[in-house]
């Protein structure tokens, strides 16, 4: 049985457009934005690796999906244990773990593209590998008879015509998740060095939420096989924290957080105090 060459070219593609974009984006902030650190580029790799590596895919793929009750508790734990431990461990790395010399607000960027891209790579090689083996049994099998014995006859009817655009609009919005992911985590970095500031737990609630929806949608589209336009509830929701996060780095990009301790208390007015009191004596 035949496949255009294209669905056999497209995950050789897209995966190496994956790591075209980690290693791009890495570069281009460390050319572009200054006072860059390497390290903490690493640093949202390993919380990726954790929380999902080491957390998601030890728990959530042994949930049974026999029925639809089951099928919901599915979405629900899927959907809820990405941003409890990718978020949560974002405030965990920046509050506890890596504290920069000088609280360099740009290091959350670096941090969000090494998150981001190393998600990107590693799902979409979980998601394209079985893809890619289901395309050659395919063609090595002589007929539909044979395509039905082997389950493979769905898998044929989707791709038979070319690469559905459900697909490429799916691959579109991973790789927009790692722009996602720099945002949510200069958001949170920000929340991280003034945990009293209202706005900042409000944003940071607000980054765990629609975490949770675009999870939750996306469950629901795999689960349940749902129309291609439920897609646009993620897309739309997703460039929400990429514009929220564009305004927060806006905002204090430029600002010098060495005057921040690490309990993120400001100390900028503590300081002044002392020097006027040198100044009267």
Known sequence: MELPIVCFAFPYIVFGISIIMYIAIFLLILKFIPNVEKLPFLWGTINWSIAIGLI???????????SNQLKYLKAF??????????DVGRFIVFTFIYKSKNHNFNNSLIFGAGHGGFESIVMLLIELIPLLIEFYAIKNAKDEEELIEKKL???YEVYKNGVPGKDIFGIILRFLGNFFHMAASVIIYRFSLNRKEKKYIILFIVVYIIHFCTDLCAQFISLFEL??????????????IIVIGCFVWKENNNKEYSDYDFEGQNITNKKEDIVKMVDMI
């Open 227 to 240: 129309n291609i336009w439920f897609n646009f509830i993620i897309l739309g929701l997703t460039l929400v």
């Open 56 to 66: 998601y895919h030890v728990t959530v793929p042994f949930i049974p999906t026999d």
């Open 153 to 155: 006859i769905t898998t």
């Open 77 to 86: 734990i899927s959907a809820i244990v990405p941003p409890t431990t990718e």
